[in-house]
């Protein structure tokens, strides 16, 4: 079923729409935060950034609900999910109107920007616990049927939101930015987002009360002390890796992508450095927002023909074929035209590599649904985050200690591409080792050896 059909079988339901539209209102509102803290850091026309502060960002950004996740996640089997959404929003309204009173009364002075990337850690932090919330609510919004149909949908569906927050704060930036100082833009942006997030609180209210669970809420029971609590979270998360060592497949796919995320991830880095530091002045704030602007839309067009092109392409050569010809496929595109450093041939290879790590994730998000036991898949999908986020900042570390300060290292983007080809030879053995039948468990059956 492609997606306009499966939307519009899912649309029919009015806890569907009004869930997808809270989930759109809220990533737009999380984008735009995330735009307005990166231009306020790294896009200061007084500043010159180096991996360090793209580091410092992308930690702020991903690492904290990596931390405090496994500790906080099983609240959203006990507390009542559509108050979690208003009251989660509700508090986002509140930091994000005053990031933006710390932006235009705080100046840079050390103590405005402490309290500066403490709000932008809550914030962002909060997020990540209310798309959790989303991904447990959506079965109460939809027939049993159809719960894949929805998971399939929603996961396209959230970045269109992203997208709309990241593109409004970039607009306001670049407008902005032409007619008052940069720092006064940066707070219209934080203004933008306080106003999404007062919509989101809205779309929330519109939900019945107990629509979106928990049906049964878990209470859990055993050492009421925090040392206690903390002993049983680990416990369980190391159950999740020893279920994944059983589970090869999901196992080997989490590895994977911690792997690919590093390298991608240090591609990144160095295309902003660039973009800062090379193709224009420190003081050119406004061409390099642009130029990177239209980066950033390239791997967002390559991210969204993923959706379309990964699940035809599993039926036909199987699903470990896809990922290890994605993987291929950017050792190619980053040495030709990825390792060109010009701007275009940047742009054409933003768009191949976000479309081929677009579609690694989509192939390790159906290893893990497909192999991993229910009891387990929450705590499995804690381990996905961290491995995720953290596979990022450790990017941007690397990037900070191998890499020049201006980004600009053909040396050092021919070797990304060799790293693609060690991580597709290292998958193939291992995904051999396993075997074909085991592995491409829960994909189309018409699949290929």
């Not at 402490?114 to 798309?131: D, E, H, K, P, Y």
């Not at 990144?268 to 660039?274: A, R």
């Amino acid at each position: 079923m492609d997606f306009p059909r499966a939307l519009r079988r899912l649309w029919r339901h009015p806890l569907f729409r009004r869930l997808l539209a809270l989930r759109i209102a809220t990533q737009a509102s999380d984008a735009a935060l995330q735009v307005g803290l990166a231009t306020y850091v790294l896009f200061s026309p007084n500043n010159q950034p180096d991996a360090g502060s793209i580091a410092a960002v992308l930690a702020v950004t991903l690492l904290p609900f990596s931390l405090v996740g496994p500790f906080v996640s099983g609240a959203l089997d006990t507390w009542n999910r559509r108050q979690v959404f208003v009251i989660t929003d509700l508090i986002r309204v509140l930091l994000a109107a005053g990031l933006c009173a710390l932006v235009l009364l705080g100046g840079r002075t050390p103590a405005a920007l402490t309290g500066f990337f403490v709000l932008a850690l809550l914030a962002l932090s909060i997020n990540r616990f209310m798309m959790a919330g989303m991904s447990a609510a959506l079965t109460h919004t939809v027939d049993r049927d159809e719960y894949l149909l929805a998971s399939s949908v929603m996961p396209v569906v959230g970045p269109v939101g992203a997208a709309i927050g990241a593109g409004t704060a970039g607009a306001i930036r670049l407008v902005g930015g032409a007619s008052m100082p940069a720092w006064q833009a940066d707070a219209l942006i934080f203004a933008a987002g306080t106003g999404g997030f007062v919509i989101s609180v809205v779309l929330a209210l519109r939900i019945p009360r107990d629509a979106l669970g928990p049906d049964h809420r878990t209470v859990r029971r055993g050492s009421g002390s925090w040392a206690g609590r903390a002993r049983l979270v680990l416990v369980g998360l190391g159950d999740a890796v020893r279920h994944l060592r059983e589970r090869s497949p999901a196992g080997l796919g989490l590895v994977m992508i911690f792997a690919q995320r590093l390298a991608y991830g240090m591609i990144t880095v160095s295309v902003i450095l660039l973009y800062r530091n090379w193709f224009h002045r420190v003081d050119e704030v406004g061409p390099a927002l642009a130029g990177l602007g239209v980066w950033v839309g390239a791997t967002g067009a390559g991210f969204l023909l993923a959706a379309a092109v990964t699940p035809v392409l599993a039926r036909r050569i199987g699903l470990r074929n896809t990922i290890s010809f994605m993987l291929i496929s950017s050792a190619v595109l980053q040495l030709a035209p990825g390792s060109i450093i010009t701007e275009p041939t940047l742009v054409v290879a933003a768009f191949g590599l976000g479309l081929a790590a677009q579609a690694l994730k989509i192939g390790v998000d159906t290893l893990v649904q497909a192999h991993v036991e229910d009891e387990y898949k929450g705590r499995v999908f804690v381990l996905y985050d961290m491995v995720f986020n953290v596979a990022f900042v450790g990017s941007a570390v690397l990037t900070m200690l191998l890499f020049p300060a201006d980004g600009h290292t053909i040396a050092g983007f021919v070797a990304l591409a060799g790293i693609f080809v060690v991580i597709a030879v290292a998958f193939a053995l291992a995904a051999n080792r396993i075997g074909r039948a085991r592995f491409e468990e829960g994909t189309p059956s018409d699949a290929p050896a």
